[in-house]
């Protein structure tokens, strides 16, 4: 009988897990109409004692997207008070909705990728997984990749997609 030989091994491919990059924590919402008078007017004495007299441990280790869901005019400042109090028990916070706070933390995480380590490789960014990857995880891995990589390919090392191939 002939030897089995797996021909993915050998083939020198380097898979990305995309998941491995997965924004860690709860998503939590702070919206500032929530601390507006009758939800439409900031009265700047009001919204400073909501502020100091806020509970802001709820939202330790937690990502914040800061919102106005509400048609009013909010001065700047007033988002930069919030910011100054989420900062420092927040994991992560931004001006934006759950899905920015989402995507900015992805392409954040995968910022943290060596490209230089996948130099002159063969590279599969892997298709299926159980968390959702969204297409700015794949058109961000792509972007960093693709000035080092010998080829970038998309799904699994069996059966892969063409995506890039470095003309030599």
């Known amino acids: 009988m002939d030897e089995i030989?797996?021909?993915?091994?050998?083939?020198?491919?380097?898979?990305?897990?995309?998941?491995?990059?997965?924004?860690?924590?709860?998503?939590?919402?702070?919206?500032m109409k929530d601390y507006?008078?009758?939800?439409?007017?900031?009265?700047?004495k009001d919204f400073r004692a909501a502020m100091q007299s806020l509970d802001w441990e709820q939202f330790r280790g937690k990502n914040v997207g800061l919102v106005c869901t509400a048609d009013a005019v909010v001065p700047l400042?007033?988002?930069?008070?919030?910011?100054?109090?989420?900062?420092?028990?927040?994991?992560y916070a931004a001006f934006g909705d759950a899905e920015f706070?989402?995507?900015?933390?992805?392409?954040?995480?995968?910022?943290?990728?060596?490209?230089?380590?996948?130099?002159?490789?063969?590279?599969?960014?892997?298709?299926?997984?159980d968390k959702r990857v969204g297409e700015v995880a794949y058109?961000?891995?792509t972007r960093l990749l693709r000035p080092v990589a010998k080829s970038i390919m998309y799904g699994e090392p069996c059966s892969s997609v063409p995506v890039y191939k470095k003309k030599v």
């Open 5 to 31: 030989v797996n021909k993915v091994a050998q083939s020198g491919l380097e898979t990305i897990d995309l998941e491995q990059f997965y924004p860690k924590g709860d998503t939590v919402i702070f919206d």
């Open 101 to 129: 706070i989402y995507k900015t933390l992805y392409l954040k995480n995968l910022s943290t990728l060596d490209v230089a380590a996948f130099a002159d490789k063969r590279i599969v960014i892997k298709g299926c997984g």
């Open 36 to 44: 507006l008078f009758m939800g439409m007017i900031l009265k700047e």
């Open 77 to 91: 400042w007033a988002y930069m008070l919030v910011m100054t109090n989420l900062e420092p028990v927040a994991a």
């Open 139 to 141: 058109a961000e891995i």
